[in-house]
């Protein structure tokens, strides 16, 4: 199993571009979640899903959009760039939210210039 | 909504000190999950507590749950170089969200 897999592993953006962070899960689960990790603020949930074709927001869900169109996926989508979305996202899958072990894919670094 | 608050943010120990981080939550939780991320790693589960006042251990590390579910916190004795990393905590949020602690960063030397 390759389990968490997150593509890319860096991303340079300037601001107003647009891209999709890729996020995929060999392991049947069904809850999998988006954080961004800042110096000193931990890991804040952006948007999260129970299960194929249900999403809801997190913590800090603003500039960024969901979907779950198959269990396996869960890309994460910066609608217009802004620097202040510079940050390391990681994705994480789990069986349940909080009653299981998160599992997190390697983070993709992403720098808005 | 709830907060999940870490002290302290970061500790520098000399290698063989012993070395503690707390987590305490606004609310109280049914259970909590503690992290281990190394420098430029990602977040990796070490190990989850649920009962009032639970405690287990993991060779050095010593984990604890408080009688109120509310507080935790992670002991590690005799540190190593092998210890260095930001520990988080994470405990079940409103809804279905899993909260994360602020993390204490641990730093080791020789």
């Known amino acids: 199993n390759a389990g968490v897999t997150q593509t890319p592993k860096f991303q340079v953006l300037k601001t107003g571009q647009s891209m999709t962070l890729q996020c995929a899960q060999d392991?049947?689960?069904?809850?999998m979640s988006w954080y961004r990790q800042d110096p000193g603020m931990g890991l804040r949930l952006i948007h999260y899903?129970?299960?194929?074709?249900?999403?809801d927001q997190g913590e800090v869900p603003n500039g960024y959009n969901v979907s779950r169109s198959t269990t396996e996926d869960f890309p994460l989508r910066l609608l217009s760039a802004a620097p202040s979305q510079t940050s390391v996202y990681f994705c994480?899958?789990?069986?349940?939210?909080?009653?299981?072990?998160?599992?997190f894919g390697p983070g993709t670094r992403l720098t808005v210039t | 909504g709830q907060q999940v608050m870490q002290i302290p943010q970061y500790q520098h120990v000399q290698e063989g000190e012993d070395f503690t981080t707390y987590c305490n939550s606004s609310?109280?939780?049914?259970?909590i999950q503690w992290y281990k991320q190394r420098p430029g790693g990602h977040p990796v589960f070490l190990i989850q507590?649920?009962?009032?006042?639970e405690v287990k251990k993991q060779k050095r590390l010593t984990f604890q749950f408080g009688e109120a579910k509310k507080n935790s916190s992670l002991h590690i004795t005799a540190t190593q170089t092998t210890d260095v990393g930001t520990y988080f905590c994470?405990?079940?949020?409103?809804?279905?969200?899993?909260?994360f602690g602020t993390g204490t960063q641990l730093k080791v030397e020789l």
């Open positions: 994470a405990g079940p949020g409103g809804g279905n969200k899993l909260t």
């Open positions: 507590l649920v009962k009032s006042g």
């Open positions: 392991m049947n689960h069904e809850y």
């Open positions: 609310t109280t939780l049914s259970n």
């Open positions: 899903s129970v299960g194929a074709g249900i999403t």
């Open positions: 994480a899958s789990s069986l349940d939210r909080g009653l299981y072990e998160q599992y």
